[in-house]
C-alpha cells in the first residue's frame, strides 16, 4: 500500500509538472485548470490514496463500477465526475454520487436527470458532451450531440429543475476532420463555449484533454482535464 502511495504520488507530481508547464507555454495562471483523475477500473483504495495526496476531482465511467466505489468512498471530500455514456436506467444511481454528469448527450436524459435530481434533492452539474466528429445533426460514436444541437440542449438543462448548466465536454475525434489534431478540436470546442456562454454565462466549464493530449487541451483553453493513464497507470482492461 505503501508502494502504491510513493507510486501514486509521483505519477500526480508528473502529471501536475506537465499542466504547469502547459499553463505557462499558454500564459494561464495554473489556477485555471482543474485535474479531473479518472480512477474507472481501479479500486476504491487507489481514489482514497488520491484523496489522501490532494484529489479533489475524480471521474467514472461505467456505473456499474462507479456506484460501490463512491459508496466506499463517500467520507471523502471529492466532486464526482460522470463521463461515460448514460442510459437512462441508471440516472437514478448516478444522480446519488454524481456532482456533475459530464456527458449529456440528449433531451430524453436531460429529462431523466432532472427528474432524478428533484426526488434525491440534488443538485447536478451538467456538460454537453459535444461530438466533433458527428454530422451536423448526428450523434459520435462515442456519444455526444453534434455542435449544432449544443443550442437547444443547453436551453433545456438551463430550464431543468435541479440540474446546473455548467459547460461542455469533448473527447479528441479518432476519425473525420478532427483526426490526430487534437489542438484544433479543443479549439473548435473553446469556440463552442464562447457561443454557449453568451446565452449562458455560468456555464463555463470547457472538460477536454486526456493523458495522452492534456497540453493541447491546456493550449487550447481547457478548464479541466480528465487524466487516467497517467497518474494510475495502463488500465487492466478496457474501461
Ligand atoms: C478514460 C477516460 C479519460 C482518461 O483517459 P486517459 O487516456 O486514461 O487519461 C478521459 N475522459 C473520458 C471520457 C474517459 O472515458
Keep these: 500500500m505503501k508502494d502504491r502511495k510513493d507510486e501514486l504520488a509521483a505519477n500526480l507530481a508528473q502529471v501536475e509538472e506537465r499542466i504547469a508547464a502547459a ?13 479531473i483523475v479518472v480512477t474507472k477500473t481501479y479500486p476504491a483504495s487507489d481514489v482514497r490514496i488520491l484523496s489522501e495526496l490532494g ?3 475524480v471521474a467514472e465511467n461505467r456505473d456499474q463500477d462507479a456506484a ?3 459508496a466506499e468512498c463517500s467520507d471523502l471530500p471529492l ?9 437512462t436506467n441508471k440516472v437514478r444511481s448516478v444522480v446519488g454520487y454524481a456532482d456533475l454528469v459530464q456527458s449529456v448527450d440528449r ?18 452539474g451538467c456538460l454537453i458532451q459535444v461530438a466533433l466528429d458527428a454530422g451536423e445533426s448526428a450523434r459520435g460514436e462515442r456519444g455526444g450531440v453534434a455542435p449544432g444541437g449544443i443550442e437547444e440542449l443547453a436551453g433545456l438543462v438551463a430550464k ?14 479518432l476519425t473525420g476532420e478532427y483526426a490526430g489534431r487534437q489542438q484544433a478540436a479543443f479549439e473548435r470546442l473553446m469556440d463552442l463555449s464562447t457561443d454557449l ?6 456555464a463555463n466549464m470547457v472538460s477536454a484533454g486526456m493523458s495522452a493530449d492534456l497540453e493541447e487541451a491546456v493550449a487550447a483553453g481547457a478548464t479541466h482535464v480528465r487524466v487516467g493513464t497517467a497518474v494510475l497507470g495502463v488500465r487492466p482492461r478496457l474501461g
Design 107 to 124: 433531451s430524453r436524459l436531460v429529462t431523466a436527470l432532472s427528474k432524478e435530481a428533484v426526488r434525491q434533492e440534488r443538485e447536478v
Design 68 to 70: 460501490p466505489k463512491a
Design 197 to 202: 456562454r453568451r446565452a449562458h454565462p455560468a
Design 23 to 35: 499553463c505557462a507555454a499558454a500564459g494561464r495562471a495554473r489556477e485555471e485548470v482543474t485535474l
Design 55 to 57: 484529489v479533489r476531482h
Design 79 to 87: 466532486a464526482w465526475h460522470f463521463v461515460g455514456q448514460l442510459q
Design 160 to 173: 431543468a429543475p435541479g440540474l446546473r448548466m455548467a459547460g461542455l465536454m469533448t473527447v479528441a475525434p
